[in-house]
């Protein structure tokens, strides 16, 4: 018995060593491969400058290591750049025929590869890698949808976008790179957001709305209204789901900041859903609904905690004084003494 534990106990030793050298192996690949990344780029850096001032670089056929590492200088300028200088970015790596060795790579079987080649073409910039790039939305790994996705965004493919809000809403792309990309596009999302306003499921319209409240404008008021209205019958099932369009609506009413939305936010004062509650008394605060005061004092006294909590908040920024009065008076309730709080704190 004791010569078993003690082969045991050697074995687990020797397990220990061996997995200890391939982590100091795999430490050392990964700072060569570092080090010679680095170095490439140092070497490359003043081509890339020559591209962006539209200059033509003698330079011959460029291996794929070397595209990739000029593709990360140039993405990383490219995030600041427009127009032509874009546009030659994408033709020099289009006539070197990078941009067709990485779609080749966007089908290869191993998915480290796809992944690596679906981020560099949007470092590449090239329009003809966008459906191609929508297409890996769908793939089974979610590292290359997350490469696409960022991609797509840096290419601020109008294309892509009900496509990635669909990935946003179904959980198959992180939300901080979905979203990060569809707000890259900027207003070029605000079209093909406008069109998933009236998509079946409430998940997607709900992030479709949330989005438009960053990339659209007051034009998109009546539609977001009528979201925040929503009233059709509904499974208990998907209560929340349809809640959370209205949450959504109220928010995104709440960002683009136009008086036409607040008559109905401080009706969404009275929704069921406390998280609803809590978005409308935070956009009529950042419009400054000086109508809705009166409302806003009976939830931050009667509300749950977070919807009194926001009501606080937008009566400090809708009129400091009357908010400091409010609360600094005897029998006051806790958050109309936070109001009172927050007013102090505002710029006279």
């Not at 003809?128 to 997350?146: F, G, K, N, Y």
């Not at 977070?306 to 006051?332: K, N, S, W």
Request: charged share 25%; hydrophobic share 50%; proline share 4%.
């Amino acid at each position: 018995m004791i010569g078993a534990l003690q082969l045991f106990g050697a074995a687990l030793s020797l397990l220990a060593l061996a997995t200890m050298f391939v982590l100091v192996g795999r430490r050392l690949r990964l700072g060569r491969a570092e080090r010679r990344r680095s170095a490439l780029e140092t070497q490359l850096r003043p081509v890339a400058l020559e591209l962006v001032d539209g200059e033509e670089p003698e330079l011959g056929r460029l291996s794929a290591e070397e595209a990739r590492a000029l593709a990360a200088i140039l993405g990383r300028y490219a995030r600041k750049l427009r127009g032509e200088p874009r546009d030659r970015i994408a033709q020099f790596f289009e006539e070197r025929g990078a941009v067709q060795r990485e779609l080749e790579q966007l089908r290869s079987r191993r998915s480290a590869k796809r992944a690596t080649a679906a981020f560099a073409l949007g470092d590449m910039g090239a329009e003809t890698s966008v459906a191609p790039l929508i297409a890996a939305l769908d793939d089974r790994v979610r590292d290359v949808r997350s490469a696409a996705a960022r991609s797509l965004g840096m290419l601020e493919a109008e294309a892509a976008v009900p496509r990635l809000v669909r990935s946003l809403a179904g959980g198959e792309v992180p939300r901080a790179i979905a979203g990060g990309a569809l707000l890259a596009m900027g207003a070029k999302a605000a079209p093909g957001l406008r069109l998933l306003l009236d998509a079946p499921e409430a998940p997607v319209r709900a992030n479709a709305i949330e989005l438009l409240g960053f990339t659209g404008d007051a034009s998109d008021a009546d539609a977001l209204d009528a979201a925040l209205h929503e009233t059709e019958t509904i499974a208990a099932s998907q209560w929340r789901e349809y809640a959370e369009v209205r949450a959504a609506a109220a928010r995104a009413l709440g960002r683009i900041g136009t008086r036409r939305a607040a008559a109905g936010l401080r009706d969404a004062l009275n929704d069921p859903a406390p998280f609803v509650r809590t978005a409308a008394a935070h956009a009529l605060g950042r419009i400054g609904d000086r109508d809705a005061f009166d409302a806003l004092v009976r939830q931050a006294s009667e509300d749950a905690y977070d919807p009194a909590q926001a009501a606080a908040q937008a009566l400090a920024a809708i009129d400091p004084l009357r908010a400091m009065q409010l609360g600094g008076g005897e029998g006051a309730s806790a958050h109309l003494a936070e109001a009172a709080a927050l007013a102090e704190l505002e710029p006279a």
